[in-house]
């Protein structure tokens, strides 16, 4: 059975920083390239950052660049999401989930319950 389980959510001033984790399990995690996705109120859900298998590659929405890290620990099956420079705008409900294939961002199987991120300004 598959599971993803994000935590680290909270309520911040704008300027602050969250760390979220997704615990995964159910699927070989090394065989998986890993990704965050966010969904604002009455929004479409987006793409916020991917890793490598390994952890050496990363890559992020514009909107997030060099404010984000994602970082994964493979002993661990669980994946990061390091928030800094929070701004309102990054109020969303936050989702991890396994990445399909070499490329591209579209995720595998069911979502989690995900975790809510909310900036006051």
Do not use: H
């Not at 399990?25 to 998986?32: A, E, H, L, M, N």
Request: glycine share 14%; net charge positive.
């Amino acid at each position: 059975q598959v599971q993803l389980v994000e935590s680290g959510g909270g309520l911040v001033q704008a300027g602050g920083s969250l760390r979220l984790s997704c615990a995964a399990s159910g699927r070989t995690f090394t065989d998986y390239r890993m990704g965050w996705f966010r969904q604002a109120p009455g929004k479409e859900r987006e793409f916020v950052a991917r890793i490598g298998r390994g952890g050496g590659w990363t890559n992020y929405a514009d909107s997030v660049k060099d404010r984000f890290t994602i970082s994964r620990d493979n002993a661990k099956n669980t994946v990061y999401l390091q928030m800094n420079s929070l701004k309102p705008e990054d109020t969303a409900i936050y989702y991890c989930n396994f990445l399909r294939g070499n490329t591209g961002y579209t995720p595998v199987g069911a979502w989690g319950q995900g975790t809510q991120v909310t900036v006051s300004s």
